[in-house]
């Protein structure tokens, strides 16, 4: 069965910066763009970045663009998501997602559990 | 970016009951329109791709329909597990966006 496990979150002061990472087994991960989505407290699903299957083409919010970067270790089975120069509406639940295919527009067919990144003095 | 539209923001129903939300798209985006539904403090889990199609292993009593800027989630009978919060995606473009949301209460 497809899994998806975030680590990394935590708390980190305005200004700081936090990497995070989603460990994935039971697929192919190469062969399928991944994604990070964001879910502050009490509110709704915001999607932050995607990144194809080789790496090559990545996308990001414009929330988040000039201060998040996604990358992914193919030989490892992992994503990651470096944060920089974080604010306090960063503060969410980040949701690593799997995409049906390996690029182009699509739906998320696999999420992970998340993890929480409180950005707070 | 393509703003999506869900109504209603809360909805109040009783086990049996037949609902139904609506997504509105600011611009038309085709079939590309997923639907999800959320637990607290789970994970979204895909119930409807492509407007109209069921994932593997979603109870057929949830349908999807609609194209072009106007989508529509039923739940023809409801059960007690259904009660949670859905939510729409546009993926017509890959700034991906999401409604708001929709909580769906026990009457």
Not at chain 1, 5 to 10: A, D, H, N, Q
Not at chain 1, 26 to 48: C, D
Not at chain 1, 60 to 68: E, I, L, T
């Amino acid at each position: 069965e497809v899994q998806l496990v975030e680590s990394g979150g935590g708390l980190v002061q305005p200004g700081g910066s936090l990497r995070l990472s989603c460990a994935a087994s039971a697929f192919t991960f190469s062969t399928y763009a991944m994604n990070w989505v964001r879910q502050a407290p009490g509110k709704g699903l915001e999607w932050v970045s995607s990144i194809s299957g080789s790496g090559g083409t990545t996308y990001y919010a414009d929330s988040v663009k000039g201060r998040f970067t996604i990358s992914r270790d193919n030989a490892k089975n992992t994503l990651f998501l470096q944060m920089n120069s974080l604010r306090a509406d960063d503060t969410a639940v980040y949701y690593c997602a799997k995409a049906p295919t390996v690029a182009g527009q699509y739906y998320f067919d696999y999420w992970g559990q998340g993890t929480l990144v409180t950005v707070s003095s | 970016d393509i703003l999506v539209t869900q109504s209603p923001s809360t909805l109040s129903a009783s086990v049996g009951d037949r609902v139904t939300i609506t997504c509105r798209a600011s611009q038309s985006i085709s079939t590309w329109l997923a639907w999800y539904q959320q637990k607290p403090g789970k994970a979204p889990k895909v119930l409807i791709y492509k407007a109209s199609s069921l994932e593997s292993g979603v109870p057929s009593r949830f349908s999807g329909s609609g194209s072009g800027t106007e989508f529509t989630l039923t739940i023809s009978s409801l059960q007690p597990d259904d009660f949670a919060t859905y939510y729409c995606q546009q993926y017509n473009s890959y700034l991906y966006t999401f409604g708001q949301g929709t909580k769906l209460e026990i009457k």
